[in-house]
């Protein structure tokens, strides 16, 4: 019997201050510079007990029982911001203070607290081994967080698995000259999920704001009494996400542990999915919604690993192969099935992604590029363009030759009207990979090692949405060479054109979702590599040095793809709790690239 505890506690605190210069230069740059100084602070703790029991007991039944409890605090802190515009010596540090700005209505100065919030949870596993051959594991969590209201804090989540290690039987006995371990598994579990970025959900909050919440009560135009209104809803009905996965695997290692590998099958529903409550307008826009349970959403797929370690003389090697495939599928959203959830993109005028049951979440939905507009009389044969009506189109359909011609999907009724709008937008891209692949690989020659790690993502697409600013005459900016060189020209060939006319009223070309953002995001990485030489111990013993070992690592040093953006590996435009990052899964809107780096370093053992 074992009892351990331990007690961990983060302190983050972060100082900073900039200045906003003016750009002349930026095609959107602001009229002044703003200067802003901030400060902040957190804590958060965690504290963990476990009681632990392992017994044996005639020598064929091994049994080891864990109980614990966990409780956590977090969102302990503060923070803070000002600032203020219009420096006139921007270049001057000896200015970068609050005071040197206008103290005017652009003026800024906020605090806030960060949110306190605490969990505590029960948990129990117990490992049950009969003879080495079968194998139970039991695990429950009882889990308390502070977001939730009352009647809902607390969530219960069981797991279980069995194993069975068919190499042990004895009808295995003639396989054992090749083959050392063969282990079927299988297993069910319930986990929880409770993060969402506001620590009450479960209460309205109340904000103020002088501009719409205080009033003159005495009606002498003098001054105005404070104020408060609803900043965000409440809702005490909503509870932990839950999740509940099956999973059947296949281990095996043989070849006298030079060969292993492992197969298996997973599917996984996430229930009460935690998303933010879809109210109408008629709820007033400007107040904050709460998140509620809806949605299900189910994840099936297969993992696959091979290992071969071996070696030949002064020869070693070890290579790990790795393969997984899934495919997602949203069961419901609402009580009515045709309600769907969009994601924006940048600067575009319609949505980018759709997320809609019985399809993957965040597909890319918009409209689907069939061609040019070659001449008038394909005009006035054509579907009524984008953002036009039948009246303009005969008065004047040059104006619409040389750009894009969309497909004519549906209408009101169903079923192609010949009018190109809304009801035409279509599923033109998915996401989600078919195939995702990993390859370590260790090469030891004598006292020289070599390691690397290959990555790729295949059948996957993405939305390049910086094509808005460099392949259209929608933003004052540098243009891209495919502008000048594939845009349609009239009286030419123009087989190998991928953008309309160049024309700088051409309003809608690029501002709606298209086929011509999505690319194939398919791509192979070669993530890290590392060549190493560990020096001979005869020649460290006159330093007293028991080893010693040089090496040179490169982190993303090699990339193939077909993307035409920075990078290819790319999941959601924004990453964080609660932004809603996987409804714009695959959207690129020009974050920064991975960084390629070199580094050189020294390990030594005294």
Request: cysteine-free; glycine content about 10%.
């Amino acid at each position: 019997l074992m009892f351990r505890t331990s007690f961990g506690l983060d302190y983050t605190n972060a100082y900073s201050y900039y200045i906003s210069k003016k750009d002349l230069e930026f095609s959107e740059s602001p009229s002044t510079n703003h200067f802003q100084e901030a400060s902040s602070f957190n804590f958060r703790w965690v504290w963990t007990n476990t009681l632990t029991y392992n017994k044996i007991f005639e020598d064929v039944h091994s049994l080891n029982v864990v109980l614990g409890t966990e409780a956590i605090r977090d969102g302990l802190g503060r923070s803070m911001n000002a600032r203020r515009y219009n420096y006139l010596m921007e270049d001057n540090t000896n200015t970068w203070v609050l005071d040197m700005g206008e103290n005017d209505n652009q003026r800024t100065n906020n605090s806030s607290y960060n949110g306190e919030f605490a969990l505590f949870g029960f948990f129990g596993r117990a490992d049950y081994t009969y003879a080495d051959k079968y194998l139970f594991t039991g695990i429950i969590r009882r889990d308390g967080v502070s977001r939730f209201a009352k009647k809902n804090r607390y969530g219960t989540f069981p797991s279980m698995s069995a194993g069975w290690r068919i190499s042990q039987e004895e009808f295995m006995e003639n396989s054992r000259n090749w083959l050392d371990d063969l282990k079927l598994r299988v297993g069910y579990g319930h986990t929880g999920n409770a993060e969402i970025p506001r620590a009450t959900n479960f209460a309205m909050l109340f904000g103020t704001n002088p501009e719409f919440t205080n009033y003159d009560l005495g009606g002498t135009n003098t001054g105005s009494t404070l104020g408060y209104r609803l900043a965000t809803y409440g809702n005490e009905d909503t509870r932990w996400e839950a999740t509940k996965m099956t999973n059947i695997g296949l281990d095996a290692t043989f070849g006298s542990g030079r060969f292993s590998t492992t197969f298996e099958y997973y599917n996984k529903v996430t229930s009460d999915m935690l998303i933010q409550a879809a109210y109408s307008a008629l709820a007033n826009t400007e107040i904050g919604k709460p998140y509620i349970n809806f949605g299900d959403m189910r994840n099936r797929g297969f993992d696959f690993s091979f290992n071969y370690r071996d070696r030949a003389g002064d020869f070693a090697w070890d290579l790990g192969l790795n393969l997984s495939t899934y495919k997602n599928k949203v069961l419901k959203l609402s009580e009515a099935d045709d309600y769907a959830i969009y994601g924006d993109g940048a600067r575009l005028s319609t949505s980018v992604t759709r997320t809609i049951k019985g399809e993957p979440i965040s597909q890319f939905f918009g409209y689907n590029i069939i061609g040019f507009y070659e001449d008038e009389d394909d005009v006035l044969e054509s579907p009524i363009p984008y953002a036009a009506d039948k009246a303009s189109v005969a008065d004047n359909p040059g104006a619409y030759v040389g750009k894009f011609k969309f497909q004519d999907v549906s209408g009101p009724e169903g079923v192609p009207d010949g009018v190109i709008n809304s009801y035409d937008r279509k599923v033109i891209g998915d996401p989600h990979p078919d195939l995702l692949a990993g390859l370590n690989a260790t090469l030891t020659y004598k006292n020289w090692d070599l390691t690397m790690f290959w990555y790729s993502s295949i059948g996957n697409d993405l939305f390049n949405n910086n094509k808005f600013f460099t392949d259209f005459p929608l933003f004052g900016g540098n243009r891209s060479t495919r502008m000048r060189d594939l845009s349609w020209r009239p009286g030419e060939d123009n087989s190998k054109a991928i953008l309309p006319i160049l024309d700088s009223s051409d309003s809608w070309g690029g501002s709606v979702t298209s086929s011509y953002y999505v690319e194939d995001g398919s791509f192979l990485k070669l993530k890290n590599l590392v060549v190493g030489y560990t020096f001979p111990k005869v020649l460290l013993e006159k330093i007293t040095i028991q080893n010693l070992r040089l090496y040179i690592q490169a982190e993303n040093l090699l990339t193939f793809t077909g993307y035409n953006g920075l990078d290819p590996e790319i999941t959601n435009m924004e990453t964080g709790t609660g932004n809603g990052a996987d409804l714009r899964r695959g959207l690129d809107a020009g974050g920064w690239p991975t960084t390629r780096r070199f580094l050189f370093g020294v390990n030594f053992e005294f």
